[in-house]
């Protein structure tokens, strides 16, 4: 990493046992160096599943792997990038960081629909979690709007928090058609455990329509 030009450049050597400045930097070129670096490892998951998926096209799997294994990259690193690496080039923006990638790469998304969330995230200006809660939620969630319908910091959980995991698990299971596609015995199973709730449905229920007709 140079800095400057002719006689005035000074090197940035960095090695594994850290950095060493050959020359001597202004307060300002100093300031470029630490803007640089903070670029750098704020990339490096992105850089990793780029030289990854280079790797996969270029040599095959058995052979990245292999090298994976013999540099003992961490296999959570490794299962991140590679995921991360499906992720067209297009859809990086300078907001979206590697953990926004990683969550679009994991959530059951199709190809449109992952563009639209990169697109709202970048928008939005999203947190990673934020991003995750609004792709299962359907719509835009900021941390307030999570922390109300989970009932975070009141110590009861919230109707709208019950609603919202409903919500999201009749989607995992691909909604009324994915539940009425059960076997006999998965919906017998399913019944028993939801039995209270709809027990108790009926009892809210003719209890506000019969304070509607009270005099």
Request: contains cysteine; glycine residues 8%.
């Amino acid at each position: 990493m140079a800095f400057g030009k002719g006689r005035t450049s000074v090197e940035v050597r960095i090695g594994p046992l850290g950095a060493t400045v050959l020359g001597k930097l202004t307060y300002e070129r100093w300031k470029a160096v630490l803007l640089s670096w903070r670029r750098c490892n704020g990339s490096w998951m992105l850089v990793f599943a780029d030289l990854l998926r280079y790797g996969r096209e270029r040599f095959g799997d058995k052979r990245v792997d292999e090298a994976l294994f013999q540099m003992q990259f961490d296999l959570g690193d490794s299962i991140k990038a590679l995921a991360i690496g499906q992720i067209p080039l297009g859809l990086r923006t300078e907001r979206l960081t590697s953990e926004h990638m990683f969550v679009l790469a994991k959530a059951d998304l199709t190809e449109k629909e992952r563009r639209h969330w990169a697109v709202v995230s970048d928008k939005e200006q999203l947190k990673p979690r934020e991003l995750q809660k609004s792709i299962e939620a359907g719509k835009v969630l900021k941390q307030a709007d999570i922390d109300r319908i989970s009932g975070h910091n009141s110590g009861i959980a919230t109707i709208q928090g019950l609603s919202f995991w409903f919500a999201q698990w009749k989607r995992k299971v691909g909604g009324d058609e994915g539940v009425l596609a059960w076997d006999l015995r998965q919906q017998e199973a399913w019944l028993v455990e939801v039995c209270p709730i709809v027990e108790l449905a009926e009892k809210v229920a003719k209890a506000v329509a019969a304070a509607k007709v009270a005099p």
